[in-house]
């Protein structure tokens, strides 16, 4: 996952997903042997040569500017963030960092008494490779009442959300629409993978996944980014059943994120966080949140593991 194949990759990929008839290329009718623009037909659009554009999807050089990946960038039809993950990759490109072992993360008190004052809100706390380093009682009934709810505070056993989205059953279950929930997923690793080249871990994370998981591993082809803000999605609870929520992630520089899930004031899904709040609450240490406990997955599934972790059963997407 270097700067310069990423690069490249990212600018052929997005370049087939372009059509002609989407960028007012004429065509005249005639047969076309590759899928979307040509090199020529990119470079003419983005005011570059053909030859200057073809060395960089090659990687063979390093010495785009700012205006011309903005120009390119305006010829793909980027949005703000795959434009910025298109610099992020040109600036990896440039630079060749070494891959180094990432430093701990951890969780400020700060960040704690957020998560305490917040206990009528879903909220849990994620490092930059999508780990659970926290959450309050009830972000963990409803994203992960099946799992041990002191499990991010052991380093080697923290859940890791990428891996619940793509190889637990249960995480795949509780979304109504979990290929979308899927997309964001990969859209967002693609985002940090873009702004942090050099970390082995992620790396190692995104291999894992995409060889136990030929969903991840196909949508991960695809180049897609996207930064995980706001996000509506429909739950389906195995204690309260629906809930419609409004996921927003909350950071700050390139520290942990705070995510929290909102309801609708009023709402029959307000109704049902209120009712899994009262469930919980009554629940005592080591005992079960929800049904699905039971059928928990491997440790393996759901933390980084010591060796590349076996393919879990599959089950189809909704």
């Not at 970390?199 to 082809?221: C, I, K, N, Q, R």
Request: hydrophobic share 40%; aromatic share 4%.
């Amino acid at each position: 996952m270097n700067g310069k194949s990423q690069l490249g990759e990212f600018l052929r990929t997005r370049r087939s997903q372009l059509s002609p008839e989407d960028a007012a290329v004429p065509t005249y009718n005639e047969r076309r042997r590759v899928s979307g623009l040509r090199r020529e037909e990119l470079a003419l659009l983005a005011g570059v040569s053909a030859s200057y554009y073809t060395r960089l999807e090659q990687g063979q050089s390093q010495s785009a500017s700012p205006q011309v990946l903005d120009a390119i960038a305006g010829a793909l039809r980027l949005d703000d963030s795959e434009r910025r993950h298109l610099h992020d990759l040109a600036r990896a490109d440039r630079h060749r960092p070494r891959a180094r072992r990432p430093a701990p993360e951890r969780v400020s008190e700060a960040a704690r008494q957020l998560l305490d004052v917040l206990s009528d809100v879903p909220a849990v706390v994620l490092g930059l490779r999508s780990d659970v380093l926290a959450w309050n009682r009830l972000g963990h009934a409803l994203f992960a009442g099946h799992l041990d709810p002191g499990a991010p505070e052991i380093a080697g056993q923290r859940p890791n959300m990428a891996r619940l989205v793509f190889l637990d059953g249960h995480t795949r279950e509780l979304y109504a629409d979990w290929p979308s929930k899927a997309r964001a997923v990969v859209g967002n690793l693609r985002l940090v993978a873009g702004r942090h080249p050099q970390d082995a871990a992620l790396h190692a994370l995104v291999g894992e996944l995409s060889s136990t998981s030929a969903e991840f591993a196909t949508m991960w082809a695809d180049h897609r980014v996207r930064a995980c803000t706001v996000a509506a999605y429909a739950m389906r609870h195995p204690l309260v059943g629906a809930v419609n929520v409004i996921q927003q992630t909350l950071s700050h520089g390139a520290g942990p994120s705070l995510v929290v899930a909102t309801t609708e004031a009023g709402s029959p899904s307000r109704a049902a966080l209120a009712l899994l709040g009262q469930a919980t609450a009554q629940v005592g240490p080591g005992q079960e949140t929800a049904p699905a406990a039971r059928t928990a997955p491997p440790a393996s599934v759901l933390t980084n593991p010591a060796g590349p972790a076996r393919p879990g059963p599959r089950t189809a997407a909704d």
